[in-house]
């Protein structure tokens, strides 16, 4: 694809250094020097400078200023804006279509969402008034206030439609619909700028002019572990927490390297299965192992727990995703763009047309930490969890007093997780309750469904016997009641791995 030609160009010398800045968009109001970093805001034909920018961090993101592309009309990647909440950093990279409007492409737990500015059918009030969990009408359209947090803005690269004070925290809050759209209002300007959204797949984009290759430089990403002194290497440079390969602590990094780093020892490692670092194919997509997990859960008012582990997999195209290991058998799921419509009574979700029934309620918490993440994970963080299913789909909702967090995937047979990384030899040991077609019983098979059988036949005689019971004569009660049994035993539970959206 060629090169997009921009209706209106327009390149005037840096006050900084001297080196040309050029505006390919009649929207963009300011830009940063790619020499320089000056700050630059445009007035009519003449440029000035209003201070300087730090330099954006570098990261796996394929995408890079002067990608062009196609979504119903064609755009150039012409700035970028790198933000951080408490939650984790991402970028709004500034797109310039061809019919003259702008738009951007924003980072959504690794995927993309493509969003426009769209004018507010009524007042905005103030970022306060949104509580996480509540349904507000947009337009006709129940969305879910998903969370509402402090941004500020880290760095920015190119022209730019608007540029928020640096450094300087503003009230950003998102909300989702069950069609899997995103508002965001954004309250560094006034009135608020409000943005809506879809996810959409890079490769659906007919993107040219990407990076060559996704691989950083990791020069300068190498610190002493704060615990042991051993050398430790980020990988990704989104990571916000880490662990030492030595002692095993757990390192934050959400304050950056060069500042003092928090840590937790581990006393109790977990075996993994999948070695970190390990390469596989699942679902027809390549993913790398980053970051590992063990999480346990209990019901209320049970006071049997149980636990599974979550696999964090590595795609430059497709972001995130989880491979989860549970009692249950194997998911691989992902956060989702849009948030799913709960019933009022919580027994039920809906989702891109489907319904999902709750399978279980229950208190998840974080009891071990491997590999790089790309939110602040620690140890005992505990989050409110919602297990739903429709067959072999599932919907998970993780919630904290800050953000709610969907999440939606699928159940997959262990032999295609032995498969996929190459680990036929353990295939017994990542073997888990996968339901084999009646015509693959053996003898063995049928033995079992004979003895299941007979358990049946014994529980209706009790049943009968305790139906017939005289409570004048005989002690009615029954110690089968309040078993205390578990429908799923959290088994896809905790999939959205405490992430946020951002």
């Given at each position: 694809m060629a090169e997009p030609v921009p209706l209106r160009a327009y390149t005037a010398p840096c006050p900084g250094c001297g080196a040309p800045v050029a505006f390919r968009s009649a929207q963009s109001t300011h830009a940063v020097c790619a020499y320089c970093q000056s700050t630059v805001v445009r007035d009519g034909d003449t440029l000035s400078r209003i201070g300087k920018m730090a330099e954006v961090f570098d990261d796996y993101s394929p995408l890079q200023l002067l990608a062009s592309g196609r979504l119903e009309v064609g755009f150039t990647v012409i700035g970028r804006l790198q933000y951080k909440t408490a939650s984790g950093t991402w970028s709004d990279w500034q797109l310039a279509l061809d019919d003259g409007r702008t738009a951007s492409l924003s980072e959504d737990n690794g995927a993309f969402v493509?969003?426009?500015?769209?004018?507010?059918?009524?007042?905005?009030?103030?970022?306060?008034?949104?509580?996480?969990?509540?349904?507000?009408?947009?337009?006709g359209v129940p969305f879910t206030v998903t969370s509402g947090d402090a941004a500020v803005l880290l760095a920015a690269l190119g022209e730019l439609?608007?540029?928020?004070?640096?450094?300087?925290?503003?009230?950003?809050?998102?909300?989702?619909?069950?069609?899997?759209?995103?508002?965001?209002?954004?309250?560094?300007?006034?009135?608020?700028?409000?943005?809506?959204?879809?996810?959409?797949?890079?490769?659906?984009?007919?993107?040219?002019?990407?990076?060559?290759?996704?691989?950083?430089?990791?020069?300068?990403?190498?610190?002493?572990?704060?615990?042991?002194?051993?050398?430790?290497?980020?990988?990704?440079?989104?990571?916000?927490?880490?662990?030492?390969?030595?002692?095993?602590?757990?390192?934050?990094?959400?304050?950056?390297?060069?500042?003092?780093?928090?840590?937790?020892?581990?006393?109790?490692?977990?075996?993994?299965?999948?070695?970190?670092?390990?390469?596989g194919t699942l679902q027809g997509l390549p993913w790398q192992v980053v970051g590992f997990q063990h999480r346990m859960g209990v019901e209320a008012g049970d006071d049997e727990h149980f636990g599974w582990s979550e696999y964090l997999l590595y795609n430059p195209k497709r972001g995130f995703t989880f491979l989860v290991d549970s009692e249950e058998g194997w998911s691989v799921v992902k956060p989702t763009t849009g948030a799913p419509n709960m019933s009022s009574n919580g027994q039920s979700a809906s989702y891109l047309n489907t319904r999902y029934i709750l399978k279980s309620t229950y208190t998840a918490e974080t009891t071990y930490v491997a590999g790089e993440f790309y939110w602040p994970v620690q140890r005992g963080q505990k989050t409110s969890n919602r297990d739903f299913a429709s067959g072999k789909n599932l919907l998970s909702l993780e919630q904290t007093p800050k953000e709610l967090t969907w999440s939606s995937g699928s159940n997959i047979d262990s032999a295609w997780v032995a498969k996929a990384f190459k680990l036929e030899a353990k295939a017994d040991l990542l073997k888990r309750t996968d339901v084999a077609p009646a015509s693959d019983l053996t003898g063995r098979g049928c033995l079992t469904l004979i003895v299941i059988f007979g358990v049946i036949v014994l529980l209706l005689l009790l049943l009968n016997q305790c139906s017939s019971c005289d409570p004048n004569t005989q002690d009615c009660r029954s110690s089968s009641s309040g078993s205390g049994m578990r429908s799923s035993g959290g088994s896809f539970g905790g999939f959205s791995g405490g992430g946020g959206h951002k």
């Open positions: 493509f969003s426009s500015t769209v004018s507010a059918p009524f007042a905005i009030p103030p970022a306060a008034q949104f509580s996480v969990g509540v349904n507000i009408p947009f337009n439609p608007k540029l928020p004070p640096l450094g300087q925290a503003f009230p950003l809050v998102e909300l989702r619909s069950a069609q899997g759209e995103v508002l965001s209002i954004d309250y560094s300007t006034q009135p608020p700028t409000l943005s809506l959204g879809h996810e959409v797949l890079l490769d659906d984009l007919k993107l040219v002019g990407l990076r060559d290759t996704i691989t950083k430089e990791t020069k300068g990403q190498q610190f002493n572990c704060p615990n042991c002194g051993a050398p430790v290497t980020v990988t990704l440079a989104t990571s916000k927490s880490i662990t030492c390969g030595s002692c095993k602590c757990l390192i934050d990094l959400s304050a950056g390297i060069g500042n003092q780093l928090q840590h937790a020892l581990q006393d109790e490692p977990v075996q993994m299965l999948i070695p970190l670092g390990s390469q």
